[in-house]
């Protein structure tokens, strides 16, 4: 569920223009260590461009991008309890990016088209709400008190495995599961009737029937009975909630 700077240096070729990595993963909630594959790509080959995804990031970590030596780095409102439809892309001086669209000149010409003055209105003051690093820190750790509460139970439960790492490797508002045995939209269906807003991985796959591919690389089970089962916890969840979550996997699972 997560990859090291050796392993990131080790893979770059001579045609490697850029890389690209999920500061937290949205799935399984691994932390990945990106201010050390900056660290080893700018010592390694300096003229390779290093890109961070930090969208499920940003409400709890660091983003200073001196320190983190990105090049490129991504955002988005929604995850920050901004509007849906906005992000910003933060471009390092001397980065030479080339568009994908053509037409005006918005976006410093790189992408065109009327901008959303409503969006960055609301992305910008989702961002001011957020506050200083320290607040997100604080909570982060109320977030986590809550989110291992309901990780230790999850643990107890039959036929049941955490997918992705525990402990500080972990963002504090995750939590990924599988259920051995289970079959995974009646396990949602039940959980939608009682309440409780489940996804089985991304939303970008929320389409599919199939395993996305993370599950499928940490684990082999393609041709098994299997439920995936993601839990987002928030700054607004509370001990109520946890302990009425708690209830309804212990029926149902």
Known sequence: GTISAEKIISAIKKNTIL???????????????VREIGLAI??????????I????????????????????LTLSAHKIYGPKGIGALYVKK???????????????GLRPGTQSTSGIIGFAKAVELLGSL????????????LRDKLLEFVQTLP??????????????NNISFIVFGADQD??????????????????????????????????KIAKQKAATIRLSLGRKTTVSE??????????IV
Do not use: W
């Open 134 to 145: 320290e607040e997100r820190q604080v909570a982060a750790e109320k977030i986590k008190k």
């Open 19 to 33: 890389v690209s990595v999920i500061f937290v993963s949205n799935e399984i909630g691994s932390v990945l260590p």
């Open 159 to 172: 036929n049941v495995e955490i997918n992705g790492p525990t402990g500080e490797s972990r963002v504090a």
């Open 242 to 251: 946890i302990n009425a979550t708690i209830r309804i996997l212990k029926r």
């Open 53 to 72: 995804d930090a969208v499920q990031a940003a409400q709890f970590y660091n983003l200073n991008v001196e320190k983190l030596g990105c090049d490129l």
């Open 94 to 108: 001397g980065s030479k990016l080339k568009n994908l669209l053509y037409g005006g000149s918005q976006e410093y």
């Open 186 to 219: 009646a396990l949602m269906t039940v959980l939608d009737l009682a309440g409780i807003a489940a996804s089985t991985g991304s939303a970008c796959t929320s389409g599919s029937v199939e395993p996305s591919h993370v599950i499928q690389s940490l684990r």
């Open 42 to 51: 700018r010592y390694q080959i300096s003229d390779i461009r290093y890109h």
